[in-house]
């Protein structure tokens, strides 16, 4: 009459009669048993949520260790990937177009670098969120696991990707003269606040991809116009000086060009405050939170439909 579940609930048919005459419901409010897949509280999805964290983190090592393990490269695609996007960039928007006016020499080429590496952060979260359901739908009908566990996991693994990158990324700004110094300390509270931004965004597209598959189509669309409107190739303060200031301040305030410009800010000797929108770390801290605790909500109240159907 029933199956138990690994979490001990219990699945009833809802019209089943036992012997006594009572239906599957009344039993189940007897005997205090619940619906298998039902969703849990918001409290206790992210205990159950938390406990998997050991299954999170390797999950994700191993999606990065077998993400180019066809590729001769291997893991050095990591790191040649969005330098090659750098050197395309530079091609087209640093010598043809001049994108670098009214920046300090040599200051270009590490502006360039760091924008590509950071949006690309968040970017690569998105597209693997997109798919982080729907793409794995073997695993989530197979196994009982809160499924926030997979978007979560691939924005990790972005993440490490990322910090396995940025050891390039160093090396290119230290090679045009930005040395280590007091400010390289803030790059630690920016990819905190980035990577709580883009788990919430991977939790959202997960939700979205998971019912409507074509979005992985349309998604790599939508980020190429948000990456020319953030400022990766041009700074946003000298490309649109003398345009309204309420202009200016809404494409700084995205929060794309909020994070590379911290980042910028903190790493790039000669990239001053004046690049950066007023009370920046409060517009940081505000899509951080707003965006992680939203996805997860948003996230979380379809958690018995996925894998259904």
Not at 271 to 298: D, I, K, R
Request: with cysteine; glycine share 10%; aromatic share 14%.
């Amino acid at each position: 009459m029933s199956e138990t579940t690994r979490d001990g609930d219990v699945a009833v048919g809802a019209h089943q009669s036992s012997d006594d005459g009572l239906t599957a419901t009344e039993l189940a409010a007897e005997y205090g048993l619940s619906v298998s897949g039902a969703r849990p509280g918001l409290v206790e999805y992210v205990r159950r949520l938390w406990g998997r964290r050991h299954f999170i983190l390797a999950f994700s090592q191993a999606k990065l260790t077998a993400q180019y393990s066809q590729a001769r490269l291997g893991q050095l695609w990591q790191v040649a990937t969005p330098l090659l996007n750098a050197c395309v960039y530079y091609l087209i928007f640093g010598l043809i177009l001049k994108a670098s006016r009214g920046m300090p020499h040599g200051t270009y080429i590490p502006f360039l670098v760091t924008g590509v590496f950071v949006f690309t952060f968040t970017q690569s979260s998105i597209m693997a969120g997109v798919r982080a359901i729907s793409g794995n739908l073997g695993l989530v009908r197979a196994l009982h696991f809160p499924r926030a566990a997979l978007p979560v996991s691939f924005a990790l693994q972005q993440l490490q990707q990322l910090l396995f990158s940025m050891i390039v990324m160093f090396l290119v700004v230290v090679g045009f003269g930005s040395y280590p110094r007091l400010p390289w300390l803030l790059i630690v509270p920016v990819l905190v606040l980035q990577f709580l931004f883009n788990t919430g965004l991977a939790l959202i597209v997960a939700r979205l991809g998971a019912g409507t598959p074509d979005l992985a189509q349309l998604m790599p669309f939508v980020l190429r116009t948000w990456m020319y409107t953030s400022g990766v190739m041009f700074s946003l303060h000298h490309m649109l000086a003398g345009r309204p200031e309420w202009v200016i301040r809404v494409l700084q305030v995205n929060p794309a060009a909020v994070y590379m410009d911290l980042m910028r800010f903190a790493l790039i000797e000669d990239y001053g405050s004046e690049n950066l929108p007023p009370h920046v770390w409060a517009v940081a801290l505000f899509w951080a939170v707003v965006v992680f605790g939203g996805g997860f909500v948003y996230f979380w109240k379809a958690e018995e439909r996925y894998g259904r159907g």
